[in-house]
């Protein structure tokens, strides 16, 4: 998995990280690579006199997997690279999602490794790993217009605090108001189930319908907006501009085929 560099020796760890022992390299985060279905991870150094080049790879379950994590720590005001479906560099150190692996890059030798010798590392690894190109179809169903730049995200796991929602992928909005919206695929009667779910713990005249949208009153998210369209539940909260939210989500379900 690890490519030859020119001019650069490699060491190859013979340690596999896997969900069992992840937290005696990366403590304190491990939990959060566990909630995106973390698999395993591989790691190389690159030598080079007193320069090293250290190299991560994270492999999650799914191409869904590595772009939540990936998003996770993905900072809106770094810059962004040209290297897998999307990256970000800052101080020595580049990262990028591949496929279903979210790769680390950095400098970690006595001498700070120059920024292009580390992007060239990470075009090199990102070749050697041959990963289809692009996004989550899903992210393609949110409407540019307002949207906060890099806002979007994926959650696996416990949205909005609940262990039913998952799958959900998100992103926040400016215009034409300060809202989050939100898309879950899973099969019709999964979906029905969860928002079954959603509703027992919700108070009966905290729901209500309307022209086939759910509006609910919830305690801990505020208002939240629903639409179900076959294998896709959209949602948006953090407003209570109703007209506004409904026009907002049919924008999301005109998009859906």
């Known amino acids: 998995m690890f490519p030859e560099v020119q001019g650069w020796k490699m060491k190859v760890d013979e340690r ?19 909630s995106y279905y973390f698999q395993d991870l591989h790691i190389a150094e690159y030598t080079k006199k007193d320069q090293m080049i250290r190299v991560e790879l994270y ?3 799914t191409f ?7 998003t996770a720590e993905r900072m809106p005001d770094y810059p962004q690279v040209s290297i897998g479906s999307q990256g970000y560099k ?3 150190v580049l990262n990028f999602m ?6 680390k890059v950095m400098s970690a030798g006595v001498a700070e490794a120059d920024e292009k010798s580390i992007e060239s590392v990470a075009g090199l690894v990102d070749a050697k790993l041959a990963q289809p190109k692009g996004l989550p179809a899903e992210v393609q169903l949110f409407p540019a ?14 949205f909005l605090g609940y262990s039913f929602f998952r799958n959900a992928f998100s992103a926040r909005y400016e215009k034409p108001m300060d809202c989050q919206l939100f898309v879950i695929r899973l099969e019709p009667a999964e979906l029905q189930k ?7 713990m919700m108070k009966e005249d905290k729901v209500k319908q309307k022209d086939g949208y759910y509006i609910v009153n919830d305690l801990f998210n505020g208002t939240v907006f629903l639409k179900q369209k076959e294998s ?12 506004a939210a409904l026009a907002f989500i049919q924008q999301v379900l005109a998009k859906i085929k």
């Not at 217009?145 to 416990?158: H, P, R, T, V």
């Open 232 to 243: 896709y539940l959209v949602g948006l909260l953090n407003t209570v501009n109703e007209e």
């Open 90 to 92: 800052s101080q020595g």
């Open 16 to 34: 596999v990280y896997n969900s069992g022992n992840l937290w005696e390299l990366i403590n304190g985060a491990a939990d959060i690579f566990l």
């Open 64 to 70: 869904e997997d590595a772009y939540g994590i990936y």
């Open 98 to 103: 591949a496929g279903n692996y979210y790769v």
């Open 59 to 61: 492999r999650h379950k």
């Open 194 to 200: 969860m928002l079954d779910q959603y509703f027992q």
């Open 145 to 158: 217009e307002g949207k906060l730049l890099l806002s979007d995200n994926y959650i696996a796991q416990n």
